[in-house]
């Protein structure tokens, strides 16, 4: 049998109210119709990851935590990587910053696609996003897909949300950006 290796989508909130895994399941969705490869959702309420509580840094790749080394073999299972995350005042989520900044040479050289939502789409937490992805050096396809949410929809919070609907004039974006995931994927 031959292993195929997933793409991650990593759900980059964890907040007890969330929209989050819903946008994440619909972009998998949107993601599976565009790349023959699995799709995997990594949730990182399901990866709880203490702050700085490693005794060296990521980049010698020496874990002491089990949590870390359990880390390190999940993201080292992706062949690439949907970032799906709210903005949250112009940035994005410290869980997000948290997960990426635990390992280093698991990141490296592998493709990042990030997708965002939120009031004003995303563009801002995007754009920090993308500065920390390249500082990892991965390679981030261009286009980033940011879904706005309306108002009521965020003060809602109620975690209610139909992607399909709510988004549905993004799907557009989110093609073009799974078509440079997969260039990508395949050393283009």
């Not at 290796?5 to 909130?13: D, S």
């Not at 410290?94 to 995303?122: C, F, Q, R, S």
Request: charged share 20%.
């Amino acid at each position: 049998m031959i292993h195929v290796t997933p793409i991650l989508v990593i759900v980059g909130i964890m907040r007890p109210r969330r929209i989050s895994p819903l946008v994440a399941r619909w972009v998998a969705q949107i993601g599976r119709e565009a790349i023959v490869q699995p799709f995997e959702l990594v949730d990182l309420k399901d990866w709880p990851l203490p702050m700085d509580d490693e005794p060296a840094i990521p980049a010698q790749g020496v874990y002491a935590q089990a949590h870390t080394r359990a880390w390190s073999r999940k993201i080292s299972e992706g062949a690439g990587f949907v970032f799906v995350t709210p903005q949250y005042n112009w940035g994005y989520p410290a869980p997000l910053k948290n997960a990426l900044d635990h390992l280093h040479a698991e990141w490296m050289n592998k493709p990042a696609m990030i997708v965002t939502y939120g009031g004003h789409g995303g563009n801002k937490c995007a754009a920090q996003l993308r500065q920390v992805l390249d500082g990892l050096d991965m390679k981030t396809v261009p286009t980033m897909p940011g879904f706005m949410l309306a108002r009521e929809r965020i003060h809602a919070n109620d975690g209610v949300i139909d992607p399909a609907t709510d988004f549905a004039a993004y799907v557009p974006v989110l093609h073009q950006a799974f078509a440079e995931l997969a260039t990508a994927l395949t050393g283009g």
